[in-house]
């Protein structure tokens, strides 16, 4: 077992790893920014080591030093959270090579994994339905036209090495097409120094469900159920919730088959998650694999009952799953509100600054909050907008539901503005309520409607 792990991230997640280490008796490093000097995760670690300034590029996207600070600790592995480098195959060979544990998959899973492309055609070699798209790269406008013409409008220009939304391009006809060539590589060139694109038919009306998975290192591979994380702005996630109400047991069985197999085909080990877009007449497509721990996980941990965090270092460890896929059980519907610091009245603009009060909600069976703020905290701008996540878990849909109406209502935060009026409108509102949403329904649909009380 290990004895001693370094976080290489912040914010709610480090602070999550932090407590998951703290119950198996794991000593913790922390690094944090200059921005950071008051975090949490940092009051909570062990040692916390500062490791630059405040931006992530010179700080948390610093392999150099995160390196150093778990040589200079003796942390024998690393955990990256979400984001930064979580997904960065270089610094998962370069914890190799100095024999500094990767609480994650091998590199070279990595590396085929995170490139879109690629994993496309690595599950067509493995049998699984993938979204109709452009052959390779596309590498010219020219080659986006004739692309887009094959495929027939509309369609997605996609950053071979994306996420989070980033070098996304929604196209709805051919006089948007090279604007959003051109922006679309632009975006993908600053954010991951990859420009290289590639081309989607958009499946209309698609429902996005995700599948948790488990891979230990000796080859035995779970799956933990889906979740459907459809409610989505700008291809950012807003409210996530398990079971999907789109799918009987007989898909979600196959989407879990589909999952697993994905995973042993690449090899998988550690945690990760294969994501599909599901259409009207339930066909499902890989869409790619998300070769980390997600936001959402807690969404798969309370309806499940299995500590994803614990299982990645057990595995990491080199321990074989405790779990059979028969261990598995989702029980009740359980649902994930991300709360950001953020302004829905002024188009969603980032509002940093500092909690003058907070009042978390607490007590109530099914209920947990995973966050990294309290009163007095800076909320830097550097960073993500994402300050808390808020699940609930009922006996059924309806229960979720109302507990957290009854969280939010709960919660108070002064100082800066959230999107906190924001979810409690979604939750009430009637598509929602009946589960009839898709990928498209809060930027088509609820926000041309949408009234946003002013703050």
């Known amino acids: 077992m290990l004895n001693k792990i370094l976080i290489a991230n912040r914010g709610e997640i480090a602070v999550r790893v932090i407590r998951a280490c703290q ?10 920014s200059e ?28 392999m150099q030093s995160i390196l150093s600070a778990s040589v200079v600790t003796k942390a024998q592995a690393i955990h990256p959270g979400f984001g930064f480098l979580s997904e960065n195959s270089t610094f998962a060979t370069m914890c190799e090579e100095m024999n500094i544990i990767f609480i994650g998959p091998k590199p070279v899973t990595i590396h085929q994994m995170g490139d879109k492309a690629n994993a496309r055609e690595l599950m067509i ?23 887009a013409e094959k495929l027939g409008y509309p369609v997605m220009l996609k950053a071979s090495a994306g996420g989070g939304g980033k070098g996304m391009r929604r196209v ?39 599948v948790q998975i488990l891979a230990d290192n000796h080859g035995n591979v779970i799956h933990l159920g889906e979740r459907d994380c459809s409610l989505q702005r700008k291809n950012q996630k ?15 069985q196959l989407l879990g088959e589909t999952a697993v197999r994905a995973a042993k085909y690449v090899g998988y080990q550690n945690a990760g998650t294969i994501e599909f877009l599901l259409d009207v007449d339930g066909n499902y497509y890989f869409m790619e694999m998300n070769t980390r721990i997600q936001v959402e996980h807690p969404v798969t941990e309370m309806a499940t009952e299995v500590d994803i965090v614990k299982q990645q270092i057990l595995i990491a460890s080199g321990e074989v799953l405790s ?9 009740g519907h359980t649902i994930e509100c991300r709360i950001n610091a953020e302004n ?73 503005i959230t999107n906190q009026f924001f979810q409690e409108d979604l939750l009430n509102d009637e598509k929602f309520v009946s589960g009839e949403y898709d990928t498209s329904y809060l930027e088509t649909d609820f926000l041309t409607h949408w009234v946003p009380r002013i703050e």
């Open 323 to 331: 779990l059979q896929q028969k261990d598995v059980r989702l029980t």
């Open 344 to 416: 829905p009245a002024f188009n969603f603009a980032p509002s940093p600054g500092r909690l003058d009060y907070l009042l978390v909600p607490s007590g109530g069976l099914g209920l947990r909050v995973e966050s990294a703020m309290y009163q007095g905290a800076e909320i830097p701008p550097y960073y993500d907008a994402m300050i808390a996540k808020i699940i609930t878990k009922g006996a059924n849909r309806e229960e979720a539901i109302a507990k957290m109406k009854r969280a939010l209502g709960e919660l108070v935060i002064e100082g800066i």
């Open 238 to 252: 807003v409210i996530e919730e398990s079971p999907s109400v789109a799918i009987n047991e007989e898909q979600r």
């Open 125 to 147: 070699e493995a049998g699984v339905p993938v979204i109709p798209g452009s052959d390779g790269f596309i590498r010219t406008i020219e080659e986006a036209k004739s692309a």
């Open 23 to 32: 119950e198996m008796g794991i000593k913790t490093v922390a690094v944090y």
């Open 172 to 210: 709805a006809d051919s006089t948007e097409l090279e604007a959003a060539y051109v922006n679309a590589k632009s975006e993908a060139k600053a954010a991951f120094g990859n420009d290289d694109m590639y081309m989607e038919k958009i499946i209309e009306h698609a429902r996005h469900i995700e």
């Open 35 to 62: 921005a950071d000097r008051d975090a949490l995760h940092m009051q909570l670690a062990d040692e916390a080591i500062c490791i630059g300034p405040a931006k992530a590029t010179d700080s948390y996207l610093d």
